[in-house]
């Protein structure tokens, strides 16, 4: 049973544009929603992070949208870049403790001029 | 040093040899855990230890998968017998337990195995 739905698998974007990605999770006792980015050749690093106890979280071009009662979160990409083409991935957690992150499968984003 | 640092990069082997695969993660973070990325899926968890201990090892698909931390430095993932659906890359991740997102994770860059 996947934990993490994500969507799109894939998506293109051109330069200048807004990337929306989407993720919806199931179980309730998570309260700890990361995004992760992976470049080619090399391990995902976080992205921006988000509690349920604000709805959205922005850092620069990048924001997350959180919405408890629908379980679902999205990772919005402002002003997109070449160099923001990568796979991102959500991913979800109990906030406290270290059980583990599961992750969402990814999409692949690229931008193009 | 400065990231968590994984080896061998890449490793060939045929079906039935046993691998060995290495992560040394940040200095002085306590957690670590080994996660497998199948091609063009998310990671997946394998296994997670707090120093030396391995409080859980629920993820890990298989006996022939063994994993050990014995100076809660670093650690080893040996898969034996290796099977063609063990191809993946193995990713290693330390975190600190100080603050409250324990959820962050820094992954080093992975171990690509390929079975053959």
């Known amino acids: 049973q996947q934990q993490v739905k994500q969507s799109p698998q894939s998506l293109i974007v051109q330069k200048g544009g807004i990337s929306i990605i989407n993720c919806a999770y199931e179980?309730?006792?998570?309260?700890?929603f990361p995004w992760y980015q992976q470049f080619p050749g090399k391990g995902p690093a976080l992205l921006i992070a988000i509690r349920p106890d604000v709805s959205e979280k922005k850092e620069g071009r990048f924001t997350i949208s959180f919405n408890k009662s629908a379980k679902q979160f999205s990772l919005h990409i402002m002003d997109s870049q070449p160099g923001d083409s990568a796979t991102y991935f959500c991913a979800a957690k109990k906030r406290w403790g270290n059980t583990p992150l599961v992750f969402g499968k990814g999409t692949r984003l690229s931008v193009i001029a | 040093g400065a990231g968590v640092s994984q080896s061998p990069r890449y490793k060939v082997a045929k079906r039935g040899q046993d691998v060995a695969l290495r992560c040394d993660p940040i200095?002085?973070?306590?957690?670590l855990f080994w996660y497998q990325q199948a091609l063009g899926q998310g990671p997946e968890f394998l296994t997670y230890f707090q120093n030396e201990a391995q409080l859980d090892k629920s993820g890990l698909p298989s006996d022939r998968f063994f994993a050990e931390r014995p100076e809660g430095s670093v650690s080893t993932l040996k898969i034996q017998r290796t099977q063609q659906e063990d191809s993946a890359v193995y990713l290693c991740?330390?975190?600190?337990?100080?603050?409250?997102?324990?959820?962050?994770?820094?992954f080093g860059e992975g171990s690509r195995l390929t079975v053959l």
């Open positions: 200095s002085g973070h306590v957690s």
């Open positions: 179980n309730t006792a998570f309260d700890y």
């Open positions: 991740a330390s975190s600190t337990r100080q603050g409250p997102y324990a959820g962050e994770l820094f």
